[in-house]
Antibody, heavy 116, light 107 residues
């Protein structure tokens, strides 16, 4: 059974960089897309972007100038960096695997709060 | 971006009820439509992919239908563990977009 686990700071100051890592357990990262999805409090799910195991990326256009994703298949990890954060970036961040155009495995989510 | 609109936003139902949630896309997405169940503090769970295919391990009381712009998730007989928020999501084009969610509450 594949499991995903997000890790990273739960508190980030405004204008700084949010950094999260997702570790994949129980399966290979090869030949899959790996996504980040977030959910602000009281709101719906928002896709942030994805990275293929080869390193190819797609980002949400509204975040494209601030987002960088990377993958390290040798460690079974992929990462998200979001710079110049504001309070609007406060959310629960999920990582997920995409297969057959659907997200079949998700992490439990990690709350990131942007506050001074 | 393709906009996904779910209705209703919330509903109250009793155990054993048949429940139907609809999702409409702002343009045709063929059958690139998925449904998820989300409970507070837990990871979302894939129920239906490609509009009507049941994800492995998911109860057969869940079913999906539709193509183009209009889709439906049906729970044939609501069980206590089904009280949750349900989201549709299109994977026809980037960015993947989700509906705003339908919260299913106990009547």
């Amino acid at each position: 059974q594949v499991q995903l686990q997000e890790s990273g700071p739960g508190l980030v100051k405004p204008s700084e960089t949010l950094s999260l890592t997702c570790t994949v357990f129980g399966g290979s990262m090869n030949s899959y897309y790996w996504s980040w999805i977030r959910q602000p409090a009281g709101k719906g799910l928002e896709w942030v972007g994805r990275i293929y195991s080869s390193g190819t990326t797609n980002y949400r256009s509204s975040l494209k100038s601030r987002v960088t994703m990377s993958v390290d298949t040798s460690k079974n990890q992929f990462s998200l960096k979001l710079n110049s954060v504001t309070a609007a970036d406060t959310a629960v961040y999920y990582c997920a695997r995409e297969v057959l155009n659907a997200f079949d495995f998700w992490g439990q989510g990690t709350l990131v709060t942007v506050s001074s | 971006d393709i906009q996904m609109t779910q209705s209703p936003s919330s509903l109250s139902a009793s155990v054993g009820d048949r429940v139907t949630i609809t999702c409409r896309a702002s343009q045709s997405i063929r059958s690139y439509l998925n449904w998820y169940q989300h409970k507070p503090g837990k990871a979302p769970k894939l129920l239906i992919y490609a509009a009507s295919s049941l994800q492995s391990g998911v109860s057969s009381r869940f079913s999906g239908s539709g193509s183009g712009t209009d889709f439906t998730l049906t729970i044939s007989s609501l069980q206590p563990e089904d009280f949750a928020t349900y989201y549709c999501q299109q994977s026809y084009s980037i960015p993947h977009t989700f509906g705003q969610g339908t919260k299913v509450e106990i009547k």
